[in-house]
C-alpha cells in the first residue's frame, strides 16, 4: 500500500462523460485536482477539471504526456484499448487493475470467471459461428439473447432469439462479432450493489438499489430494494467476494436478477455506476467521493443510506422537465450536455421519498 | 425577471477562494460553467472552473473580457473596488446587487441601514479623529470596540478598548482609518441564518446555526442553534427583513447575537457565508446551490435540515488531523490550498450528529 494522495495531486481520468464530470467534482472536495483525457470536444467533465487533454487513444505522445502528468490513473468506461493501458501502466498505478477490466470487459471471461467464484449466473455459450448458436439454442433454449462479448452498453449489440428460426437473424444483427448466447433468466426484478474496495483491502457496500429499465437503459433506482433480509445480505456477500477475488480498488456496480432461485449476476462494472448516483443525496459519502478515496489510497467513508431514493435518470427530452422539477424538493443533477438526442443521459433528479 | 439560466451558460465569478470552488462546484449541477476572475495565482476555484482570468481589479481590458464571456456575475467576497462594479455592470447583470454591497462594505452604512429597518444592532458612532473618539466612549462606554468602516474581516481592523485610556492606542492600530465605535453586547451566543432571495422574490432561509469563534476566526458551527421556539422564529423574520429591503438575489449570511433582550444583528455578508457550509451535508439543496439557482433565475431548492450537524473549521494546521478524520464518518471538505499558514482555512469537516 502506498501513501494516501494529499491535497493538490492529480487524478487522470479516461473518458469526459458525466462520470469523470461527477467523479472530478469529488475530488475536489478532497483537495485533489483531475486531468481528463478524452478524444472527443467540449467533454462535460471539462467543466470541472484542473486540466483536460484531447486525443485519441492511439496518441502515443498525448497518452505518455498524460500519464506522466498524473499520480494515479481511473476511469470511467472499460472499453479502454489495451494499447493505451498497456502505455499507461507503466508511468502510473491504474486503479481499478487490468484483471477487472479484462474481466469486465469480455463478456465471456466475465460470465466464466463468476461461474468459477461459485456464483449463479444465466446458462451461457460461446458462439463464434453459426454452428456453436444452433449447438447452444438446442442446449439453452429460447427466449434467449445473443450478446457480442465486447463493447455492450445501454443494449446496445444485442439480439432476441426467441425461437431457433430466429438464430441467423441474430447473427447477421450482430455482424458476426464473436458472442456468448445468454439463456433467458425468469427473474422478478433487477437489484445493484455499489461496492467499494479501499487499498488496505476492506470493503464498503452501499444498500442495493432496484433498477428499471426501459429500452435497455436505466430509467430509475429505487432504495431500499424489493429484498428479503438473506437476499440483501447475499446481495452484499456477492458483490464483496467480486471485489476480493480481483483484489479491486474503487467502487464497482453489480447488477443481480432476484429469481426464486436467489440472486443472479447479470454483469459487473469496474466503475461508478449509474444505478449509484442516489448516493449523491441518500449519503454522507456519494460513490464519486468513495471511489476516489479508494483509488486515492484514503479509507472509505461512510456510506450508509440516510434516506429512502428515488433516482430517475433525464434522457433525451426528459431535459425539458427541469423547469417544472426545479419547483420541486428533487435534487437535480445535469451534465452540462447541450446537444439533446435520443437515449443521451442529460441528468438525473434523486427525490428523497422518506428519511430512514 | 429575465429566463434561467440554461445548460451551458456561464456564471462569472469575481475571487477565487474556496467559496468561488464550491460555487463552481454547486454551478456544475445544474449544467452551468463558471469563469473565475481572481489575482492570484493558482487560486482554489479554478481547480473546478471552466475558465480563468487571472488579472487585478483594475485591468479593465481583463475584465471587460470577463464581463463579456459570463451571462451573469457574483462573488465571493464583498470588498470589490467600485470601479471595477462600474465597469462590469453595463456588460452583464451582478447579483446580489449594488445596493446590497455598498451596504455591507462599510460598517456605518450597514448599521444606519440596520437600524432604519427597526433591527436592533449595538449602540455604535461615526470615528473620524480622536475628538469622535472621546465623545463616542462618553456616550456608550467600555467595553467596546473600534472597527475600522471597510475591508475588515475574519477580526482583522479591530482595537479593544478597555477603557478611556485605551482609546488612543485603539486609533493608532487601525493607523487612522474611517472608523466606528461598537458598544459592547452582552450576549450569550452568536447565530447566523442562511437566507436566499430568488428573482421573483421568494425567500427562503436555512435552519440558524450556532457558531463558535476563536482569535476573531470561526470555528465550529452547530446546527440546531440553542434558541427559544420564538427566536428562532425572529431570525427567519429578520434575515427575511434584510433580503427584502435590500431586493437581494442570491445567499446572505446575517450574524446574530442572541441577549435577554433579544437578538441583535452584528452584520451581514452578501455571499455564501462560511456558517452555512454545514448544509452541504445537512441538507438536499445547500448554500451554495441555493445561490447559483437564485442568480441564476432559477427556483429556490429546498433547504429543509435533515440532520443535526456540527461544521468544524481546519484552519492552518488543523489540515494535518485529515488522515484520521478520514477514518471517522465526517464528510471532509478541503479547498486544494497547498501553502499552509497559521489562520489560513484550508478545509471543513461536517459531522452528523444526529439525523432529524
Known amino acids: 500500500m502506498t501513501d ?47 486540466r483536460v487533454t484531447t486525443a485519441s487513444y492511439d496518441d502515443a505522445a498525448a497518452l505518455t504526456a498524460f500519464g506522466r502528468s498524473v499520480d494515479v490513473i481511473t476511469y470511467e468506461f472499460e472499453n479502454i484499448p489495451t494499447s493505451a493501458l498497456d502505455l499507461l501502466e507503466a508511468l502510473a498505478p491504474i486503479h481499478p487493475g487490468r484483471q477487472a477490466l479484462a474481466t469486465s470487459q469480455d463478456r465471456l471471461t466475465e ?50 432469439i426467441m425461437g431457433p428460426d430466429d438464430a441467423a437473424a441474430a447473427l447477421a444483427d450482430i455482424e458476426g462479432a464473436p458472442a456468448i448466447l445468454e439463456g433467458f433468466i425468469d427473474f422478478s426484478h433487477e437489484v445493484s450493489v455499489i461496492g467499494a474496495r479501499a487499498t488496505d483491502g476492506s470493503v464498503a457496500c452501499y444498500d442495493p438499489g432496484e433498477n428499471l429499465h426501459e429500452a435497455g437503459i436505466l430509467r430509475t433506482t429505487t432504495v431500499p430494494a424489493r429484498l428479503t433480509p438473506a437476499l440483501r445480505t447475499d446481495a452484499v456477500l456477492i458483490a464483496a467476494k467480486i471485489l476480493n477475488a480481483l483484489d479491486y480498488v474503487g467502487v464497482m456496480g453489480v447488477e443481480l436478477f432476484v429469481t426464486p432461485q436467489g440472486l443472479i449476476v447479470n454483469e459487473f462494472a469496474p466503475r461508478v455506476h449509474n444505478s449509484g448516483h442516489w448516493t449523491q443525496n441518500g449519503c454522507i459519502i456519494c460513490q464519486f467521493e468513495q471511489h476516489i478515496r479508494a483509488i486515492a489510497g484514503w479509507p472509505l467513508g461512510d456510506g450508509m443510506r440516510h434516506a429512502d431514493v428515488v433516482m430517475e435518470n433525464l434522457i433525451g427530452e426528459d431535459v425539458n422537465r427541469v423547469p417544472d422539477l426545479a419547483k420541486t ?8 450536455k447541450s446537444g439533446v438526442k435520443p437515449g443521451r443521459k442529460m441528468g438525473h433528479v434523486n427525490r428523497i421519498v422518506k428519511r430512514a
Not at 478532497?30 to 478524444?39: D, V
Not at 424538493?329 to 452540462?336: N, V
Request: net charge positive; charged share 15%; no cysteine.
Open 329 to 336: 424538493g428533487a435534487a437535480i443533477h445535469l451534465y452540462g
Open 111 to 160: 460470465k466464466t470467471f463468476l461461474q468459477r467464484l461459485g456464483l449463479q449466473t444465466a446458462p451461457f455459450a460461446d458462439i463464434a459461428a453459426m454452428a456453436d448458436l444452433t449447438a447452444a439454442i438446442a442446449r439453452i433454449g429460447t427466449p434467449a439473447i445473443l450478446k457480442t462479448r465486447r463493447m455492450g452498453y445501454d443494449g446496445k449489440g444485442q439480439a432476441r
Open 4 to 50: 494516501p494522495l494529499h491535497v493538490g495531486a492529480t487524478i487522470g481520468i479516461l473518458g469526459g462523460g458525466q462520470l469523470g464530470r461527477m467523479l472530478s467534482v469529488a475530488a475536489s472536495r478532497l483537495g485533489l485536482r483531475t486531468h481528463i483525457f478524452e478524444p472527443g470536444a467540449n467533454p462535460p467533465a471539462a467543466d470541472v477539471a484542473h
